[in-house]
């Protein structure tokens, strides 16, 4: 709960906009609890496609996936995960987690010109 929280707040500092701010909350649903898939379809709808941007798949590399998002455009996608890997780091990650994230931030910050 602390991560969301952090990465909601991140979000809010960043940009300010309630929808992005939602989606913070909700991110790590589809990718860590897809049992919630059909629920967020019906009560958030508008957030449903960019959450599943932001979850990684299981057959693709870290790489790949920041590549997937950065090519789908998706502002909120885009906007979320820097926030997510900025709350991560605050966890004092493994030096490679480290090196990742940080490599990644200023790719997706770019592209949404946070």
Not at 76 to 88: E, R
């Amino acid at each position: 709960m602390v991560h969301l929280a952090l990465t909601a707040t991140i979000v809010r500092e960043l940009c300010g906009d309630p929808h992005v701010e939602q989606a913070a909350w909700l991110h790590g649903l589809i990718e860590d609890h897809s049992e919630f898939h059909e629920r967020l379809e019906s009560e958030f709808p508008h957030l449903v496609e960019s959450l599943a941007i932001d979850s990684r798949r299981e057959d693709e590399t870290y790489h790949e996936f920041i590549d997937r998002i950065l090519a789908s455009e998706n502002r909120i996608a885009i906007t979320v995960k820097p926030a997510d890997m900025s709350s991560n780091l605050s966890n004092n990650p493994p030096q490679y987690l480290r090196n990742r994230y940080e490599r990644n931030i200023g790719r997706l910050c770019m592209a949404v010109k946070l």
